[in-house]
């Protein structure tokens, strides 16, 4: 509850106890003087004597039917008329003792009749009035205590607060002997919002021998205002007598309140065991405080009670318990509970948290009608729409709300303006949530500008090594990452970040430690449970299978030809070494034959950043006794470019019809890449391969990859390719030209049907056209068309399948080839 509110419903429940606070006297509480004064006035009339005795006795009714008889005789005497109008003030009928009294001549009437009369002008709001009726009387006998107290009091009702403050010495003077003095010396100090020091004077009243009960009640409510709302408790466990229930249940609920503020912005210890310990003895003391309201009497309680619940709520976001949140919200709406818009926030963030997007937009939806503007839930229903791939929706919102928010605002307090603090936060997740959407080059422009800006800035900094890992930089992102960790070593997002970054540089060790320091500083955290089972599948076993099967019209393909490979990778051992087994069959069926590739292979392979290598040795089915081994270097030396290096001493790339010939060959490639980033790479490679009919093969190839275009679920890129090859043996019994050139541009249309978090299907479109030209044959056009299925059901298993269609040319001859693959990528737990 904002602090003005707490202010404004506190000071009205000071009000209603400072009307209580010496207004309902009597002639118990008159001075001896008083009663003796007005004794000897009525001496002479023993009725109007036993009217006064009958009054001191509390016998109010009695003593104003006598009173108002000798009234209704003798309407002119003015002292009668004093001792009625103040027996009826003291019996309460405050409306008929100010009409009586209003006009009397006070200064001829003893102080006793003034201060009753002044008391029924304060009970009925009329603060001035009595205020000159005690001035009048200090002013004949400034010892009246009762008129000094009336005196101070009536200014404060008259919002005379400066004037109020001038008789606080005197008020504290009396204080040592009448204790309603020091009380009211409180309330003189709360009209001037001097919270602290009006706690103070109440405690001193309420640490006397007979202290007043009243006084508690003041004190807690003063502190309450301050905040201190656990110093507001404990002072009315200290009462002697119960507060109202009213008041019981509100000081509970507000130390409650304050606990689950402090349990959510105070830093924790970090630590398995003891992060959560002030949110958890922030639960404990809502438990306590509804087990105690429940006793309490009275229907008042509601409101506070169920403000607990509220603040329950609250609590159990901040643990991360968010089924226990859903569970809570549901059983307030079932009770018709109108939920107010801070709980609308806690409820949409528990359901967005919990994979149900749909319902948090309609949440924070609801909870702005109420709260418009509140940067928090803004920024929430931006990650819902985010999450729903409404990208469009999402960054209207923040760009709305961006525009709306001042550079600079004013704090409560600070005479300068500062930096308003609700700016950065929202331009940032702007800028993630066009990376979100796949502008990726506009995003790390953006907060690459705003890190120059702001170098210290470690929100920026983490959101922008984020960008560049999703970009395809994990070396410049990891960089980033440490450096935010050297002024932030317990920043999750950063380490996170890093562990990804790790992986996909193989650095397993580094991965797997930071992912342990995460384990212990959050381990609830939703982030951390995802790179942790990242970690998981990465050491993982890995299978992979392949199929492939075409039919042609001939040519070197033949009419048909099939495809199948397997592969399976053992988990890691020692971090960078894995073992690595699988077959590979190709086959293809000519008019003269089948030929054939039909391989096993087992070997390891070796990751250490920045090489990857692989050692295996196969061996052919119609060659088991003459087997041979393949090497593969891979070199990254940064984040862009890639070097490889392959040899084979018996290649499958030999042709197919030469191997049902039993020619086998060796083969050596170079190959270089670069991926400049997530829209443009290219390769080139050069080979050479010789066969063992004496036939020597050179050949490059090369491709360029650009994207052109992307929405939130689309992407379009142009991909350009070129072939080249020459052959030494003009008569060698398989597809063999002496020259071969061949160039052609494909579109490419990737469109993303459904993402949900690790879950995603996918389709691709290819379309190609290009031309071959082959030595001692005319310039051919070639073309193809391709679609591919991708469906990613987890992060262990992937399914893939498509079909092809297309237009090669051998020896001049167009053929016509139609395929289908199939393919799975199961990591097994």
């Known amino acids: 509850m904002p602090r003005r509110r707490v202010r404004m419903i506190i000071w009205g429940a000071l009000g209603v106890l400072v009307g209580v606070t010496c207004l309902t006297g009597s002639p118990l509480s008159a001075q001896a003087g008083d009663v003796g004064a007005v004794v000897a006035a009525t001496a002479l009339d023993p009725e109007r004597d036993r009217a006064v005795r009958l009054a001191r006795e509390g016998a109010f009714d009695e003593a104003l039917e006598i009173l108002l008889a000798l009234h209704a005789a003798t309407p002119e005497d003015i002292g009668l008329r004093g001792d009625l109008a103040a027996v009826l003030s003291w019996s309460g009928r405050d409306a008929e003792a100010l009409e009586l009294g209003g006009h009397l001549p006070f200064h001829s009437l003893p102080p006793i009749v003034s201060e009753a009369v002044a008391r029924s002008a304060r009970n009925l709001d009329h603060p001035s009035f009595a205020a000159g009726l005690y001035r009048d009387v200090l002013d004949r006998a400034p010892e009246r205590v009762e008129s000094q107290i009336g005196y101070a009091l009536s200014l404060v009702e008259a919002a005379q607060p400066s004037r109020a403050l001038e008789r606080l010495p005197i008020l504290r003077a009396l204080s040592a002997e009448h204790p309603q003095a020091g009380v009211a010396a409180g309330h003189v100090l709360a009209a001037s919002e001097r919270w602290t020091e009006a706690a103070l004077e109440y405690r001193m009243v309420g640490i006397r021998p007979e202290p007043l009960s009243e006084a508690f009640s003041h004190e807690s409510m003063s502190l309450r205002v301050l905040g201190a709302d656990h110093l507001a408790v404990d002072a009315m466990r200290r009462s002697p007598s119960p507060f ?23 830093p924790e210890r970090r630590g398995p065991s003891d992060r959560f310990l002030a949110t958890d003895h922030a639960l404990a003391t809502v438990d306590a405080a509804l087990e105690e309201i429940a006793h309490l009497p009275g229907s008042e309680v509601d409101f506070p009670s169920l403000r607990l619940r509220f603040d329950r709520l609250v609590a159990l976001r901040e643990r991360e318990r968010m089924v226990e949140v859903r569970q809570g919200v549901r059983q307030l709406e079932a009770e018709g509970v109108e939920l107010p818009p ?42 819902a729409l985010v999450e729903e791939h409404r990208f469009r929706e999402a960054d209207e919102l923040l760009a709305t709300f961006i525009a709306q928010q001042p550079t600079r605002r004013r ?57 560049r890992l999703w970009r395809g930089w994990p070396r410049d992102a990891d960089a980033l990452y440490r450096r935010t960790l050297a002024v932030d070593p317990e920043r ?14 193989h650095e397993r060790a580094t991965a797997r430690a930071v992912v342990d320091t995460l384990l212990w500083l959050a381990p609830e955290s939703e982030h951390v449970r995802r790179v942790a089972q990242d970690l998981r599948v990465d050491g993982s076993w890995a299978y992979s299978s392949r199929a492939e099967s075409g039919r042609s019209t001939g040519g070197d393909l033949g009419t048909r030809d099939r495809i199948l490979e397997t592969r399976l990778v053992s988990p890691p051992i020692a971090d960078r070494v894995r073992l690595v087994a699988g077959a590979r069959r190709a086959d293809a069926r000519y008019p003269e034959g089948l030929g054939a590739h039909d391989r096993a292979f087992a070997g390891l392979t070796l990751s250490s950043r920045p090489i990857v290598a692989e050692l295996t040795g196969h061996g052919d089915r119609e060659g088991a006794l003459n087997p041979g081994v393949s090497a593969r270097l ?21 042709p197919l019809r030469a191997a049902r010939e039993a020619i086998n060959g060796w083969m050596l490639r170079l190959g270089v890449s670069r991926r400049s980033h997530e829209a443009r790479q290219w390769s080139a490679q050069a080979a050479h391969l010789e066969m063992q009919d004496g036939n020597r093969r050179h050949s490059a190839y090369f491709n360029i990859e650009q994207q052109v275009a992307r929405t939130p679920g689309h992407r379009f890129a142009l991909m350009t390719e070129g072939y080249g090859a020459t052959n030494s043996r003009d008569d060698a019994p398989y597809f063999n030209p002496r020259r071969t050139l061949s160039a052609s541009g494909s579109l490419l249309w990737d469109w993303t049907l459904m993402e949900r978090r ?36 987890h992060q262990r298993f992937e399914l893939v399948y498509g079909a092809s269609w297309s237009l090669p040319v051998y020896d001049g001859v167009r053929e016509r080839r139609t395929a289908g693959h199939l393919g799975v990528t199961w990591r097994i737990p």
């Open 634 to 654: 891979e070199l990254r030396p940064d984040d862009r470019w890639t070097l490889e290096l392959f040899g084979d001493s018996r290649t499958t790339e030999v």
């Open 411 to 467: 704090s409560d307090g600070m005479n300068e303006p500062i930096s308003n603090p609700d700016l950065l936060p929202a331009v940032v997740a702007r800028h993630l949530g066009f990376a979100f959407s796949g502008q990726l080059a506009r995003a790390e422009a953006g907060l690459a500008d705003l890190h120059a800006r702001a170098p210290m800035n470690a929100d920026i900094r983490q959101e922008l090594a984020s960008v």
């Open 342 to 383: 801070y709980v609308q926030r806690v409820a949409a963030d528990a359901e967005l948290a919990l994979r149900n997007p749909t319902d948090a937009v309609v949440r924070y939806r609801i909870a702005l009608e109420g709260w418009p503007g509140h940067p928090e839930t803004t920024l929430g229903l931006f990650y």
């Open 758 to 793: 690790e879950r995603s299907y996918a389709q691709r479109v290819s379309l190609t056209g290009g031309a071959m030209d082959q030595a001692d044959f005319d310039l051919r056009p070639i073309l193809s068309a391709a679609v591919e299925h991708r469906w990613v059901m």
């Open 244 to 266: 109202p229930a009213e008041l019981h249940a509100d000081l509970l609920a507000g130390r409650a309140a304050r606990t689950v503020e402090w349990g959510s912005s105070v």
């Open 492 to 505: 999750v997002g950063a380490r996170v970040g890093r562990a990804s970054a790790a992986l996909a540089t």
